[in-house]
């Protein structure tokens, strides 16, 4: 390649390069544009801001109806129970009325008998469960010792006396069996 041709290839190439390069734009246009695009930003700007003030306004709905609904959860959640013990209560006014009559204590203490057995049966639906307690082993899980009494009939630490009666609700205590334990007696 002799000196001419590599000034043409040159020269060739700085025109194709200008002919690519953008044109210059002026001052004024360069404003307009950017005036233009700021504008647009602004614009994209104020909607997501509506859309936030939106999106914020239905949470602060969400979470005032999320409120009233757990309220009325809260107010109502004893209506099946409540529905379960009332021919309870209605069995206990016939028993009253039963004895302010002239049955006998015998119908009566039968009567009176069955009625609690209906309550535990309604409360054994809702989970609670009754702790047992006389004759086993001493469980500060689920007991708790009021006294302590002096026996060699039963084993060091086991519930010889129920003075209350404790239950489980589903599991979780709801309230321990007050009780009395066993311990030697002094002298042995």
């Known amino acids: 390649m002799d000196r001419d ?3 043409e290839k040159e020269a060739g190439g700085r025109e194709e390069e200008e002919a690519g ?12 544009r950017l005036s233009e695009q700021l ?7 104020s909607g997501n801001y509506d859309k936030y003030l939106r999106a914020l306004a239905e949470l602060e709905n969400y979470r005032k109806r999320a409120e009233k609904e757990k309220a009325e959860a809260i107010s ?11 021919p309870i209560v209605d069995n206990f006014e016939r028993a009253l009325a039963h004895a302010n009559g002239e049955g006998s204590v015998e119908s ?3 009567g009176v008998k069955l009625t609690v057995d209906q309550v535990y049966g309604a409360l054994k639906k809702f989970g609670l469960e009754e702790i047992r307690a006389a004759g086993e082993k001493f469980d500060p899980a689920v007991h708790h010792a009021i006294s302590e009494e002096e ?11 129920e ?15 007050m009780v009395a ?5 002094a002298g042995s």
């Open 21 to 32: 390069a953008p044109i210059a734009e002026t001052p004024e246009e360069e404003i307009r």
């Open 181 to 185: 334990v066993s311990r030697r007696p």
């Open 76 to 86: 109502f959640a004893n209506e099946s129970l409540i529905e379960e013990i009332l």
């Open 151 to 161: 026996t060699e009939e039963a084993e060091p630490g086991t519930v010889v006396k």
């Open 108 to 110: 009566l203490r039968t």
């Open 5 to 7: 041709e590599g000034m």
């Open 39 to 45: 504008e647009a930003k602004s614009r994209e700007a």
């Open 163 to 177: 003075f209350q009666k404790g239950y489980l609700l589903k599991g979780r205590l709801l309230r321990p069996a």
